[in-house]
């Protein structure tokens, strides 16, 4: 199973609600990423998780929540968001280092609207 | 902060040509890599190039790798429609704790007409 899964596929939600995203793989990845990307726009990274722990997160505002609930399940809790937040939301996940594999495998995204 | 910047932004191309693509980027690297993102669609990694190989071919992909420039390049031979994506290239840095941080440069948009 080569493939990461991510629900909902679409996503339209008001100001004041309360959603997650969610993905998941089952290759046994042990770092998992999520990104964001505006129309006509390359994929920007926002966290990363390695061994189900946050090891980066690019100034993203509180109002975006990662959790990791286990090596396979990478979740996006959202609250308070804005109009601007409006983008596609990519997971992907990779192979640890020291197997020289880097690539990338990612999900199909969530298009979210924020309204 | 973008990392490789693609040219052309877009390219538009009859089926059967072959399609080149430019990328740039600014810092050292370990490896760049390519991907390809169909219309509103995921990423699917395509290739990758270490920073110490000069050429990589991959069925009727071709990357080159020029890092006095800091410079790449994807040529797609014998196009097809099915081809018509976005291109983005890719530089890779080890983030610590088992993790790589993937920095994509603009992309550039490829259509193929039949």
């Known amino acids: 199973d080569t493939e990461v899964t991510q629900t909902p596929k679409h996503l339209v939600m008001g100001m004041t609600n309360k959603k997650s995203l969610k993905c998941e793989q089952h290759m046994g990845h042990r770092a998992m990423y999520w990104y964001k990307q505006k129309a006509k726009k390359p994929p920007e990274l926002m966290f990363v998780?390695?061994?189900?722990?946050?090891?980066i997160n690019e100034s993203v505002p509180s109002r975006f929540s990662p959790e990791c609930p286990n090596s396979s399940l990478l979740n996006l809790h959202l609250h308070a968001l804005q109009p601007e937040d409006s983008a596609l939301y990519l997971c992907?996940?990779?192979?640890?280092?020291?197997?020289?594999?880097?690539?990338?495998?990612f999900g199909p995204g969530t298009r979210l609207t924020v309204t | 902060s973008q990392q490789g910047e693609e040219d052309p932004q877009a390219l538009s191309i009859q089926e059967g040509e072959n399609a080149t693509m430019n990328c740039s980027y600014k810092t050292s690297i370990n490896n760049l890599q390519w991907y390809r993102q169909n219309s509103g669609r995921g990423l699917v990694h395509l290739i990758l190039i270490r920073s110490n190989e000069r050429e990589k071919h991959s069925g009727r992909l071709r990357v080159t790798l020029d890092t006095s420039k800091k410079s790449s390049s994807l040529l797609i031979t014998a196009s097809r429609a099915a081809d018509t994506a976005s291109y983005f290239c890719a530089t890779d840095r080890y983030s610590g704790a088992g993790s790589y941080q993937l920095t994509f440069g603009k992309g550039t948009k490829l259509s193929v007409i039949p």
């Open positions: 998780y390695s061994y189900e722990k946050l090891s």
């Open positions: 992907a996940s990779s192979q640890e280092i020291g197997t020289g594999v880097h690539e990338q495998y």
